[in-house]
Each structure stands twice: as structure tokens, then as C-alpha cells.
DNA sequence: TCCGGTTGTTGAAGCGTTTCGACAACGTTA
DNA sequence: TAACGTTGTCGAAACGCTTCAACAACCGGA
């Protein structure tokens, strides 16, 4: 290996000053830092990364957690990832993959060693076993997803509550005045998931807001009981012309059943989801997005910031964006 | 940060015992190594990564090389990275992610700076431009697909010619003699992947050895070109009975493609395809899989093999399975 | 009783950086 | 001309770990 040693040798200086060509905290005259570049560059050398951890308690890694359980959506955590990776390159900084499956043992055992920075994780849910400990560790983090408590944390996440009112706002504009909601499935309002109730209550509040009728049931994933859910939200509500899908796995099925039920898109019935881009692309539904490369740009923006001292705010928000597509096309027997 | 001092000092013992109890080189009495091990357990204990690494020039990190661009299988992939971080994790190691797109530039940083003690590259094409960059680092690295010369490599691949062969046996003493092969678009046959060629030629290897009638076309990534393609095989050996398909996005319409031409699956053609398995699940499909979870894991172990100065070999290829299912469902009119 | 061989423990030297204090060399100003 | 700040460079001391040579303590055998 070529130390920093072999460079100074080299250049016929010493090893700080090589140091301080490559850290540029001191100034150099022209002529040394060219001659010492040229030899960095003629030994190709690299500092030991280890040894430069060491010396500054700094490792230049950031650990990067990933839910790899079945349930996520892979394309979504995918653009999530390759943006992550690519804000922290930019910052000089490298990405430890850490899987969630290794618990908070894992994130001790990464943070106790040093090897890593700060840290950020995915897919955090309301009381997530691992926000005690991240509170409490002296490396940094930034969470993807919102828990109940905030305070002392830097978390990132969708505006899922104004995406909820996004949705009806568009509609209403549209001339709608009876609204559907068709969820989740019911285990995820059971269990803690924060993101779907948030999207709800921001959907129930924007339609109060602006007087609109609107009834909401959950879906589970298959055929069957997505129809079941639709017919019962017309039943309910024989007058609803909009539904708000809030379900990737229900998505699929929700034209069929409206078909099914007699209804046509967008002609009797518009549609808007809540779900990555590139679904509602493929199926031509106007949609609210989840931004992921926003988000996971932002969330190592962020945990940049902190690494190098500056304050951030416990939460940031991402404004919803709506994409306007055929299945809530302006309706010409309404206009 | 509490370092090896503190533990010796707490414990009454010299650093270099501390050291010993951790790393079981040298053999410690009973007493001590107990002491010591409290003492660590009340100080919260843990070895500094970058001076471990700085001593030892090791620094328990592999990298993952992902292709992260469009075109990869996500599930599969995410399958892969999961079974290579848990076997690394078995061998306390940890897993630096490293994007394709970093290109050998990205290798070159990792590997000079000491980051990493090896390498874990995926999705290696035919004349990949990394493969001559890898060949010549000191850190040993694992391959995942087949360049042109393995000769110097370790590199582990799922047995695509078998892959072909045993599509064809299947279908073989199910009774078939005309077996049509729907492959690949033509651009990944133009393109230097290797794998795609590979089972084509297992394919048609087989099916000579068995004496039995093959037809190969390629197909594109749409419904009509699939049709297209399924009828020119249907007319070109009108006595067709069963196809095997190698391609993924064609997989979804062969069936459609297949009735419109009025063959029911499987009592007039039976299908065998080549793909992820729980794509084959979704569609009945008899198929054979590509082991995503049994790559990753070897992978890992060979390249753990390495570091520990074990010999490998140049090229692992893992066996095909077959998972018989409805779509070759044994055909009652032929027995 | 003395010697050779274990066994358990230690001190110190290194691993490759960064960084601090020191210090020449130089222009500027008094 | 003397004093002084600037600028550029250097030497040495960390950083926290591993590991080697050395050694004390003990045991059994001659």
C-alpha cells in the first residue's frame, strides 16, 4: 500500500504538508501543492480509509437502513436508494447497507464501532422500537416516515394528510360533490402505520372543508372483496361520482369493479390514487405521487446538514403533487 | 467513546489482554477473561472499526456492486442483496453499497482507500469493462453472471444451458416432439449478455440430443409483437405442442396470445417458462427458477472463502430446478 | 535442587492519518 | 534597521487497535 509517507518522500516534503494539500486547511504555495498532486498521482495514491477515521473520528460513511421485508414496494425503495446514494456521493460520503432485519442491535452495533456517521432509516412507523435508541445515540439520524413523537428526531416524510385533501380539491374543483374512499386493508389502520390514518383524516377534513359528501371503506388485496368495498361505498352513496384510492394492491381491480357495477371511468365515476408515479402512469390514473427521489434526496440533504452541525427542523413535509391523467378527464356532461 | 484503555484499566488488565480476550489469539485464563468480559459489558464496549481496520489492513466490509438502473428484476435483486447481507452479516462482515453507475471509477475509490476487503459484483456482462479492473486489485472479488473469460475470477451463475436442456427434458418425457423457444427481445441477443445465448443453446442442444423439432424467434416486450411472434412459431410447425419462454415481460401475454389463436394452455400447448419463481406462482406456470436467495448466498460464501486465502473455483454453476405446474399439467389425451 | 517447557500476561512498537505548535523566511511598517 | 505579522512548511504527538518479543510464574521431571 502507498502511504501518505511514500507521497511526501516523493515530493521531497513531509506528510503534513501532503495532508494539507489534500485537506486544504492550511494554505500552500502553488508550487508545492502541484508538485505533490503530481505525485499523488503517479503512486495512485488513496489515504487508508481506516486511518483517516481514526485521526478525525470521522468515517465518511453513513449507514443507510432498509426495510428488505416482503410488503414494501420495491420500485418505490429502489428510486428511494439510488437517490440516497447519489446525494450522499455528492457529499463524499459512503452508504453501509444496513437491513432492518438487524434490529437495533444492528444500528448499536454499526454506531458503537464507528463505523458509520449518522444514519438513515426507512420505512419508521408510529412507536418504532428504534426511535428510543436513535434519540439517544450520538451519531445523527434522519427518518423516512413519521412517529408519533418528533421531538428531538429529524424526520422526512409525504404530506400524506394535505395529499388526502389534494385529492378531494381536484375533484371538487372538478364539480364532484359525492366522494368515495376506498383504504387500505383494515390491519394497516389496526396496526400503527401512521401514514394511512394521516391520509384519511386529511381526506375527511378537505371534504368537510368544502361541503362535500364522502364516505370511506378499507380494501383488502384481492378481486373479490375490492368489488365487495366499491359496491358498498355506491350503495351507501348511489350519487358518488369520484372514488379516492389509497390501495396499490386495490388499484387493479377498482375499474373493473366500477365496470362491473355499471359504472364507467371517467364517464360515470373519476378516479384519483395515492401511489408511485409510475403506476398511475402505467394505468392512466390521475394520481397523487410519492415522491421517492425527493424524498430520499432530502432525507440525506438533511442528515448531511446535521453531520456538519447545523440545526434541522424534527419535520419536513413534502407538499403532495398531483398528475392530472385520463381517469378524471374534464367531464363534458358535467361542464 | 470508550476505548480498549478504559476496559484494561476497569478490568486491572493490560490492553493487549483485552485484545486477546476478544480475539481469542492467545489463550487467557478463566479469571481474567471473565473480568474482562464484564468490564466490557458494563462500559458498553465496543472496537473501534477504523483502527481494528488500520491494524489488521482488514476492515470487515464487503462491497455490493447493484445495478440500479431500469431493466433489473427488483424482486429478484432485493432477494439477492438480502441473502448476501445476512450470509456476510453470518461471517461478521458488513456491506458497503456501491451503485453500478459508479462505475470502475467507484471500485477504484472503494478498494484504494481500504474501505473494503472485497467485492461482491452483480449483473457482470459478457465483456464488462469492470471485469479487467477486478482482475487486477489486490482485493478478491465474486462475480455474479458470466463474462466471456473467467480464467482469474470467481464467478458464480445460474447453469442457463442446463436451464434450456432441462425445459426441454421436461417437456420431452411429457411426451412433446415439437417445442417452440420464445426468447428474449433481439436487442439482448445483439447486446453481449451471455446468459440469453447460453440457454438458447441448451435449448437446442437438448432438443437435438432427443431428437425433437425446435423453432426459436425472439419476442419484443408488447402484446402484438407476442402474438406476432407466437403465430409465426404456430405457423411455422403447425404440430406445436408445447414453448418453452424465456422472457419475463412476454410472459403475461403468451397465454392471451395463445387462446386467440385457439390454443387452450395446456391441453393444446404446454408452457415452460424460465423466470423468477413467484412470477411462475402467479401464473401456474411450470417454470424453471432463478434462485436469487442461493446465488446471493454462495456468492457470499466464496467470496468469504477468498479473504481467507481458500482457493475457489473460477466459475460455481448452480443447477436448475424445475417446478412442475398447470401450465404442463400431464396431458391426458397424449397418455 | 535445578532446569526446560508451558501458560498467562505485559509493554511497546507499529498501522496511516490529522493537527497542533513551532519556526524559518519573507515582506511591511515604524 | 528593528520589530512584526504573514505565509508556507515541518516534526511530533495523538487516534485506538493488534501483535510481537519478553517475561514471570508455575509445573513436572531429572
Redesign the pocket.
Known sequence: ?V???DVARHA??????V??V??G?????P???TKVRESIRLLG????AG??A????RANVVALVLPLRPGVHLPVLMRFVTAAVTTARRHDMDVLLVTADQGAQGLRRVAGSAQVDGFLVMDVELDDDRVPLLRQMTQPSVLIGRPAAVKGLTCVDLDFEAAGARCVDHLADLGHRYIGFLGAPSVVYQRNTGYAQRTMAGFGAAAMRRGIASTALPAEDDYESVLVSVRSLLRTQPAMTALVVHNEAALGWVAGSLRSLGRRVPDDVAVVAICPDELAEQMQLTSVQLPAEELGRQAMELLVARLNGHPTAALTLLPPKLSGRASTAPRLRRA
Do not use: D, E, F
Open positions: 500500500m502511504t501518505i509517507a521531497g516534503v513531509a506528510p503534513s504538508t495532508s494539507y489534500l485537506t486547511k492550511r494554505s500552500i504555495s508550487q508545492t501543492r495514491y488513496h489515504p487508508h486511518a483517516r481514526l485521526a478525525t473520528s
